[in-house]
């Protein structure tokens, strides 16, 4: 008897671990953005990139970087090209409630210029938690950012991660947001 109670304690104490190792991070879909087309357009992620886009003076909003990157071979680069602001867009199922999103950035800001990261917990299409990072000031060179979701009751069945890079109102220069490395904690 002594010998099945401890074999019961040792595995409630491996699959507690194993539980804990495998919810304490999360890499999202492309979380790398490793992963792009021929235009370059990112396959997991919906953006405004486009080849036809009004104005054509940038029509890749968003693009793979290759010369300023954190982790991977490519990270996410998002302009603003004096019309629109660039953004990239992801939604995708869990099965935990994530206490933050981390990732790392760098940007330049022009004028009074803003970028921001938002994520939205879902559950049956409600939006039960959420948490943003904005910077207005430019960042030389890349740093964690850290985007806090408090811990609700609920658990979420989706995340909607959006980044964007500039605002409309900007007219002044062209913001540029780079984004690397985004996972779930």
């Excluded at 054509?56 to 090209?81: F, M, W």
């Amino acid at each position: 008897m002594r010998l099945l109670t401890k074999l019961a304690s040792l595995f409630m104490i491996f699959v507690g671990s194993c539980t804990n190792n495998n919810m304490s991070r999360f890499e999202i879909p492309n979380g790398d953005f490793e992963n792009w087309d021929g235009m370059p357009r990112l396959f997991d992620w919906n953006t405004n990139s486009c080849p036809v886009c009004v104005p054509d003076t940038n029509p890749y909003t968003v693009q793979k970087e290759s010369n300023y990157v954190y982790h991977g071979r490519y990270a996410a680069l998002l302009i603003y090209n004096y019309a629109y602001p660039a953004w990239a867009e992801n939604k995708f199922p869990i099965t935990f409630h994530p206490s933050s999103l981390t990732g790392y950035v760098r940007c330049i800001n022009a004028g009074s210029d803003s970028v921001c990261i938002k994520i939205k917990l879902v559950k049956n299409r409600v939006v039960v938690d959420s948490g943003q990072w904005v910077s207005t000031s430019s960042i030389s060179n890349y740093e964690k950012i850290t985007i806090p979701i408090t811990q609700h009751a609920n658990n979420a069945d989706s995340v909607l991660i959006r980044i964007q890079g500039g605002h409309k109102y900007n007219s002044t220069g062209s913001t540029s947001l780079w984004v690397d490395y985004l996972n779930l904690q």
